[in-house]
Nanobody, 122 residues
């Protein structure tokens, strides 16, 4: 199944930008939908964005629409999350995950990265 490894998290000021990356060591990357999720302390894990295997379909959680963009480069086995206009409420651990089909349902994702912390603070 391989592993997913996120990178790019860190501390950013409100209004700033970050780009997260997630790379897999597994095979057949283009067969899988990929999602970004986040979880803040005391809150449920929520969908941020998800993308179909070849990048033809994308969707976003309501709270990030117009600010975040998900993309993928299958030649590099990598999915990205470009985050713009960041707000303090975006502070969370961000996870990438893999699913057999394009969906926002958390339970459908069966391979997860370790998470990367994003902190938005002045």
């Amino acid at each position: 199944q391989g592993q997913l490894v996120e990178s790019g998290g860190g501390l950013v000021q409100p209004g700033g930008s970050l780009r997260l990356s997630c790379t897999t060591s597994g095979q057949n990357f283009s067969d899988y939908a990929m999602g970004w999720f986040r979880q803040a302390p005391g809150k449920e894990r929520e969908i941020v964005a998800y993308i179909s295997g070849r990048g033809r379909r994308t969707n976003y959680g309501d709270s990030v629409k117009g600010r975040f963009t998900i993309s993928r480069d299958n030649a590099k086995n990598t999915v990205y999350l470009q985050m713009n206009s960041l707000k303090p409420e975006d502070t969370a651990v961000y996870f990438c995950a893999q699913a057999r089909f394009w969906t926002r349902a958390v339970n459908a994702y069966d391979l997860w990265g370790q998470g990367t912390q994003v902190t938005v603070s002045s």
